[in-house]
């Protein structure tokens, strides 16, 4: 079984929202950063937003600051996503993952050794 599941993902206008979760199903959740990766075909995983597990610090790729929010509720063993204007250029698969290492700001897919099946997002008129 999958440690951590994904879902949330859909086909949305330019300029709208959407919301992603991630449920440690099969994860402790408890001490583990949480983070939110993306993939578009023929590129490799872009890190595109953490949080710690100690002080919910967290960390944004540049292109998604000021759009899209991270949180986490440690009582639910879930993370969320919420994606507000949306661009085009946000679509891709969107993976949840999850690393024993405290989160940075470079956020890596080589610290992470847990994720999800992913969930697609596209961005679309």
């Known amino acids: 079984p999958l440690p951590v599941v994904e879902s949330g993902g859909g086909l949305v206008q330019p300029g709208g929202s959407l919301s992603l979760s991630c449920t440690a199903a099969?994860?402790?959740?408890?001490?583990?950063?949480m983070a939110w990766f993306r993939q578009v075909p023929g590129k490799g995983r872009e890190g595109v937003s953490s949080?710690?597990?100690?002080?919910?610090?967290?960390y944004y790729t540049d292109s998604v600051k000021g759009r899209f929010t991270i949180s986490r509720d440690n009582t639910k063993k879930t993370v969320y996503l919420q994606m507000n204007s949306l661009k085009p250029e946000d679509t891709a698969m969107y993976y949840c993952?999850?690393?024993?290492?405290?989160?940075?700001?470079?956020?890596?897919?080589?610290?992470?050794?847990?994720w999800g099946q992913g969930t697609q997002v596209t961005v679309s008129s």
């Open positions: 993952a999850a690393s024993p290492f405290r989160a940075r700001s470079n956020i890596s897919a080589r610290d992470f050794a847990y």
């Open positions: 099969n994860l402790t959740f408890e001490g583990y950063t």
């Open positions: 949080i710690n597990w100690s002080d919910s610090t967290t």
